[in-house]
C-alpha cells in the first residue's frame, strides 16, 4: 500500500521555537514532493515545494533525503500564524494525482 | 495566481436527495481535475480523477454510480453525491492542474471545498 507517513503530533510550541515535522513515503518511484498547510475547515494551501537538494523559503526549510524515502520541514521563529496542520505530500502516477499525509498539527502559544 | 472555484461551500441536505458540487478553473484550462475527501482527522484521500472528454477513473472503494463525474469542458468538473447517506457527510475538496504547466513538479491548485452534511 502507497502510504504517506507523518509525525502523529500535535506539536505545542512557544512563539519563537523551533519545530520540526518528519515524512516518510513508500513509493521509492516518488518524483514531486510538497508540504501543504491546512487551516481548520480549509483547503491545503501549498507551503512549499521540496526538492532534493533542500531549498529554503523565509523561516522554512524543507529536505528530502530519497535514499531513505524521509522529508522534513523545519520551521524557524516559530509565530502565532503558523498554527496549523501542516501535511507531507507525494504527487503520484501518470496524472500526478497528490497523496496526503494525515497530517500534523502545530499550535503555536504566546 | 490560478485560482479554482468550488460550489456550494456548504450544504445541507436529508438522506436520499443528491447533491452537485462544481469544480471551476477561473483563469486556466484544466483537462485533468482530482476530487477529493475529507473525513475529520483524517487524511485526504483521493476519490476520483477527472478527465475532459473521458470518464473518470475512480480510486478502489469509491463508487462510481454513488459518486458521478462529470468533466463536459475544460474548465468545469462536478461531482454529484446521488442518494446521500449521513457517512457521506465530509469535505469534499476538488484540484485541477494547469494545461499550460509543462513541469510534472507543478503543484495543484485545490479549490476551497464543500462541507456537506447529511440529515
Known amino acids: 500500500r502507497k502510504e504517506v507517513e507523518q509525525d502523529p503530533g500535535p506539536f505545542n510550541v512557544p512563539e519563537g521555537a523551533t519545530v520540526a515535522f518528519n515524512c516518510t513515503y513508500s513509493n521509492s518511484a516518488s518524483q514531486s514532493f510538497f508540504w501543504y498547510r491546512q487551516d481548520c475547515r480549509k483547503e491545503p494551501k501549498l507551503l512549499m515545494s521540496v526538492y532534493s537538494s533542500g531549498n529554503e523559503d523565509g523561516r522554512f526549510t524543507a529536505q528530502l533525503n530519497r535514499a531513505s524515502q524521509y522529508i522534513s520541514l523545519l520551521i524557524r521563529d516559530s509565530k502565532l500564524s503558523d498554527s496549523a496542520t501542516y501535511l507531507c505530500?507525494?504527487?503520484?502516477?501518470?496524472?500526478?494525482?497528490?497523496?496526503f499525509g494525515k497530517g500534523t498539527k502545530l499550535s503555536v502559544k504566546p | 495566481g490560478a485560482v479554482v472555484s468550488q460550489h456550494p461551500s456548504r450544504v445541507i441536505c436529508k438522506s436520499g436527495t443528491s447533491v452537485k458540487i462544481e469544480c471551476r478553473s477561473l483563469?486556466?484550462?484544466?483537462?485533468?481535475m482530482f476530487w477529493y475527501r475529507q473525513f475529520p482527522k483524517q487524511s485526504l484521500m483521493l476519490m476520483a480523477t477527472s478527465n475532459e472528454g473521458s470518464k473518470a477513473t475512480y480510486e478502489q472503494g469509491v463508487e462510481k454510480d454513488k459518486f458521478l463525474i462529470n468533466h463536459a469542458s475544460l474548465t468545469l468538473s462536478t461531482l454529484t453525491v446521488t442518494s446521500a447517506h449521513p457517512e457521506d457527510s465530509s469535505f469534499y475538496i476538488c484540484?485541477?492542474?494547469?494545461?499550460?504547466?509543462?513541469?510534472?513538479?507543478?503543484?495543484?491548485?485545490f479549490g476551497n471545498g464543500t462541507r456537506l452534511t447529511v440529515t
Open positions: 484540484s485541477a492542474r494547469d494545461d499550460t504547466s509543462s513541469s510534472y513538479n507543478s503543484p495543484l491548485h
Open positions: 505530500v507525494v504527487k503520484e502516477g501518470s496524472q500526478g494525482n497528490l497523496i
Open positions: 483563469d486556466f484550462q484544466a483537462t485533468t
